[in-house]
């Protein structure tokens, strides 16, 4: 008989230990509430089947910051450029 699923498990963070940079990123991004959702999700019904609403709003989520990034650096060339 196998498992199907996964066993996702939040890692907790030790004394001196540096923070994962995928976790550092999702932090910087303002998703890391979404992210944690999956994550409960995940490990509560271990089918990522049943998650596709936390799934979507962490994508949603990450799209959205994308695209403010984009923009941003966008911004920043062509101040860039006008300033040459």
Do not use: N
């Not at 995940?42 to 609403?53: E, F, G, L, T, V």
């Amino acid at each position: 008989m196998s498992t199907q699923g996964h066993t996702w498990v939040q890692q907790v963070k030790k004394e001196g230990e540096e923070e994962d940079p995928l976790d550092q990123l999702i932090s910087r991004s303002g998703c890391a509430a979404s992210h944690y959702a999956v994550q409960e999700c995940m490990a509560q019904h271990q089918d990522w089947r049943q998650c596709q609403p936390q799934v979507q709003a962490f994508r949603d989520c990450m799209s959205e910051q994308q695209a403010r990034r984009r923009e941003e650096l966008q911004r920043r060339k062509e101040q860039g450029s006008t300033h040459s």
